[in-house]
């Protein structure tokens, strides 16, 4: 138990078994000293103290750094009411873990410009409290790095998906909000076993298919009221298209930065979706396009299961969540994916060699999407249920309860419901080039739009404390630019 004492100047100290947290003669000196002595070589965007106690250094790395957020990570529950004196505590010890606490809290670019430490008695009282924490610090930040190139990487190819979706929608809608239950299907293999009991309750829901789970419904013969997609890869493009079934008459969700084949987004209706944070909400706004707001997530299915809470006071229920590697194939078959990769199998590279390497390579990115679920589940998990045909799942995804069909036949609303209603648009097509060439440039005159463009350099730009280094990343965002501006202009015009 932390007991507390009085300093020789009068202020408060305190310890732990004869341990002190704090100088016993001037507690509030010795922090602002060891501010002081910090040598740290970049502008950090964030300060993250490992257990600072009685907090006597926030005021001084307030002084210090002003710009930067103020973090506490706290290893015990004894100092919560110096809790205010930052702009975010975490606690090691709750769920979701400190790593999804810190990512969630601060982002990849706040995460990856931060400076960590720990205060150095708190670090020698809680010696594997911290090291704890600090292993939840490296997963935060590798996580961060990972976001971030991953940023850098596509965010040009998001750029002019966004321009080539504007370019050739025709046929528009947005969905007006319901009571009904929504069932969502994803393509996890336990969304086998439920087709049946999709196809018995279809009449008394609303149904969302992600992507991947188009071909297994339309196999089974299920129309879903809406088919989602937002991944940026070209193998979004191959679930859209449903090899061997006609998708015409499917409504598709889609956000503007996701890969859509241009025949479907100018033939179908599309619901289309823009996020908070995205380029895309300007260009809907400059083309006077009816768009609908969206969650962004690693995780396809994580924006799935935000649209639907969104569209209903009622329940969601998410089929074919497994989010787990599996024996044998990944998803529910029929997979438009597999259709392709089947074609090239031979007897050197049978298909058990090519399924086993799939379940290995999956297992990063399903953690990664399964701990956003269990992190975001307090809050998802009043309405949100994973449902199957008791099917045997591999993880939990925290407060997410695990329902049978059985389970929702008690709790579904059979009758007396409103269903989200889709209702269709027709956006204007006169001028739409022009637009767009507008949308372009009001884009690249906005440093928030930049940053997005070139997320890696701005953030160095920001971190670097050397004028030399400023004019280099500068110049190298300038380069981007004006080659990005150049490419999507050749893109509307040819």
Not at 272 to 283: A, N, Q, S, T
Request: hydrophobic content about 40%; overall charge neutral.
């Amino acid at each position: 138990m932390v007991t507390s004492s009085e300093a020789k100047n009068g202020e408060k100290t305190c310890a732990l078994n004869g341990k002190h947290f704090h100088s016993a003669y001037n507690p509030s000196r010795e922090a602002e000293q060891y501010v002081l002595r910090l040598e740290i070589p970049f502008n950090p965007a964030a300060i993250i103290i490992i257990e600072p106690a009685f907090s006597y250094c926030a005021q001084f790395l307030r002084n210090r750094f002003p710009e930067a957020a103020l973090c506490a990570i706290r290893l015990c529950a004894d100092f919560s009411e110096y809790d205010h004196l930052w702009d975010y505590s975490f606690y090691a010890d709750t769920t979701p873990a400190l790593s999804e606490q810190l990512f969630s809290a601060l982002g990849e670019e706040n995460l990856c410009s931060a400076l960590f430490f720990a205060w150095p008695p708190a670090e020698q009282i809680f010696l594997e409290k911290t090291k704890s924490a600090w292993q939840e610090i490296k997963s935060a930040v590798l996580k961060s790095r990972d976001v971030l190139a991953t940023r850098s990487f596509f965010a040009k190819r998001w750029l002019k998906n966004t321009v080539r979706f504007c370019y050739h929608i025709r046929h528009t809608a947005i969905i007006k909000k319901g009571d009904a239950d929504i069932v969502i299907a994803a393509s996890g293999p336990s969304l086998t076993s439920s087709l049946p009991k999709i196809k018995e309750h279809r009449n008394e829901i609303f149904l969302i298919a992600v992507s991947s789970a188009l071909l297994p419904l339309l196999h089974a013969k299920i129309q879903p009221d809406v088919v989602i997609s937002t991944d940026g890869g070209w193998w979004a493009k191959k679930h859209l298209s449903a090899p061997g079934y006609d998708v015409s008459a499917l409504v598709f969700a889609c956000a503007a930065e996701g890969a859509v084949h241009a025949e479907l987004a100018a033939q179908n209706t599309i619901v289309p979706l823009y996020y908070d944070d995205g380029i895309e909400k300007e260009f809907f706004t400059v083309c006077k396009i009816d768009a609908m707001s969206a969650t962004r997530n690693g995780t396809v299915s994580g924006t799935a299961a935000e649209f639907a809470l969104a569209l209903t006071s009622g329940n969601v229920y998410f089929c074919g969540l497994d989010l787990s590697p599996a024996k044998g194939f990944q998803h529910t078959q029929p997979n438009a994916l597999e259709l392709l990769n089947e074609a090239k199998d031979f007897r050197l590279n049978p298909k058990s060699t090519r399924m086993a390497a799939s379940e290995c390579a999956s297992q990063g990115s399903l953690e990664i999407y399964r701990n956003w679920f269990a992190a975001q589940s307090e809050r998802l998990g009043k309405r949100l249920f994973r449902l199957s045909d008791n099917y045997k799942f591999s993880h939990t995804l925290g407060k997410i309860q695990d329902i049978t069909w059985n389970d929702f036949s008690v709790r579904h609303k059979k009758d007396g419901f409103t269903l989200p209603k889709i209702i269709r648009t027709k956006p204007s097509a006169n001028g739409r080039a022009e637009k767009l060439f507008k949308a372009i440039h009001t884009v690249f005159s906005s440093d928030k739009y930049i940053s997005e463009l070139c997320p890696v350099e701005s953030m160095m730009e920001k971190r670097t404390t050397s004028k030399d280094e400023q004019k280099k990343y500068a110049l190298t965002i300038a380069e981007k630019k004006e080659r990005c501006i150049e490419e999507l202009e050749k893109q509307i015009y040819g």
